[in-house]
C-alpha cells in the first residue's frame, strides 16, 4: 500500500538556522500537502502543492514537489521560537497517508 | 463558521470494552475521515467517508468502525478494547478535494 517516509524525526536548531524536511512517498502522488502541529494542538493545513516541480513560498518557508511527484521538501529560513512544532507531510493518492512527522526545536 | 467538533475530548475505558467517537464537520463539507495519533506512530490513516460511503480504510483490525450519516456527522466504534488503542484520535473534515480541517481530537486511555 501506499507508504509516505519522512525525514529527520527530530530537528533541533539554534533560533536563526535553517531548517529541512523531506518526505519520500513509494507511489506517485496527486498532490501532497503540509502541515504543522505546535505541542498539544491539533494539525493545521499550510499548503498544497499538485503540479510535478512545483515550488510555493509563503515568507521563511519553501515548499517543493518533486518532478517525479513521490517526494517533497519544506525549508525553513532563519527559523524563530514560533516555528516549533512538529511538521506533517501528507501525500494523496487514493487516500491521504500522512509522514510520521519531523518535530522541530528552536534555541533561543 | 464553527469548526470540526469532535466528542468526547478525553476518555478513559478498560480493555475489553467499546467506544464511539464522534465528529461533526464544519457545515458543506461531506468527507469525513480519522486519523489515529500515537507518539510512536505518528497520524495513522483509518477511514474516510463521503455521502455517507467510506471510500478509503486504512489497515486496521476490524475493530475499528466507523460510519457517516446523512447530515455528514462521523462516528466511529473501537470494539474490544486494547491497550494499544490509546491515542489521540483525530477526525478532518474536507471540501474535496482540498485540505483537512482537525478538530482537537479525542484522547482515549485504556486501562
Known amino acids: 500500500g501506499q507508504q509516505v517516509m519522512q525525514i529527520p524525526q527530530y530537528q533541533h536548531v539554534q533560533e536563526g538556522e535553517d531548517f529541512t524536511t523531506y518526505c519520500n512517498s513509494s507511489t506517485t502522488l496527486s498532490n501532497i500537502q503540509w502541515y504543522k502541529q505546535r505541542p498539544g494542538g491539533h494539525p493545521v493545513f499550510l499548503i498544497q502543492?499538485?503540479?510535478?516541480?512545483e515550488v510555493k513560498k509563503q515568507k521563511r518557508l519553501t515548499f517543493q514537489f518533486g518532478e517525479a511527484k513521490k517526494n517533497s521538501s519544506l525549508h525553513i529560513t532563519a527559523t524563530q521560537t514560533t516555528d516549533v512544532g512538529t511538521y506533517f507531510c501528507a501525500g494523496r493518492n487514493n487516500d491521504m497517508r500522512f509522514g510520521a512527522g519531523t518535530r522541530l526545536t528552536v534555541k533561543p | 463558521k464553527a469548526g470540526v467538533t469532535q466528542t468526547p475530548r478525553y476518555l478513559i475505558k478498560t480493555r475489553g470494552q467499546q467506544v464511539t467517537l464522534s465528529c461533526s464537520p464544519i457545515?458543506?463539507?461531506?468527507?469525513v475521515s480519522w486519523y489515529q495519533q500515537t507518539p510512536g506512530q505518528g497520524l495513522q490513516f483509518l477511514f474516510e467517508?463521503?455521502?455517507?460511503?467510506?471510500?478509503n480504510k486504512g489497515n486496521f483490525p476490524g475493530r475499528f468502525s466507523g460510519r457517516q450519516f446523512s447530515n455528514s456527522r462521523s462516528e466511529m466504534n473501537v470494539s474490544t478494547l486494547e491497550l494499544g488503542d490509546s491515542a489521540l484520535y483525530l477526525c478532518?473534515?474536507?471540501?474535496?478535494?482540498?485540505?483537512?480541517?482537525f478538530g482537537e481530537g479525542s484522547r482515549l486511555t485504556v486501562l
Open positions: 502543492l499538485v503540479k510535478s516541480g
Open positions: 467517508y463521503f455521502s455517507e460511503t467510506q471510500r
Open positions: 478532518a473534515s474536507s471540501p474535496l478535494p482540498g485540505e483537512l480541517f
Open positions: 457545515s458543506g463539507h461531506r468527507s
